[in-house]
């Protein structure tokens, strides 16, 4: 994958094919799901963008706050 993640942001998973495609851990060791990464997203908790390489679409975050 070469596409530029954001400044401040790491890569958390990816969707490709439509699979998801997790990349990181939550503290208490489960893979970060899609719907969990949109929960936060709508609770404000994380920042996400969407960065297309090709014909994935790698989801990039960042804590708020």
Same mark, same amino acid.
């Given at each position: 994958? %070469? =596409?530029?993640?954001? =400044? !401040?942001?790491? @890569? *958390?998973? =990816?969707?490709?094919?439509? +699979? $998801?495609?997790?990349? *990181?851990? /939550?503290? %208490?060791?489960? +893979? &970060? %799901?899609?719907?969990?990464? #949109? /929960? $936060?997203? %709508?609770?404000? @908790? $994380?920042? &996400?963008?969407? *960065? #297309?390489? !090709?014909d /994935?679409a790698?989801?990039? =975050? @960042?804590?708020? !706050?």
């Amino acid at each position: 994958m %070469s =596409a530029a993640i954001p =400044a !401040g942001y790491r @890569k *958390v998973g =990816a969707l490709k094919g439509g +699979h $998801w495609f997790p990349m *990181v851990k /939550t503290r %208490s060791g489960e +893979h &970060v %799901s899609q719907q969990m990464l #949109n /929960t $936060w997203r %709508s609770l404000r @908790k $994380w920042d &996400v963008k969407i *960065v #297309n390489d !090709g014909d /994935t679409a790698i989801y990039c =975050a @960042k804590r708020i !706050g």
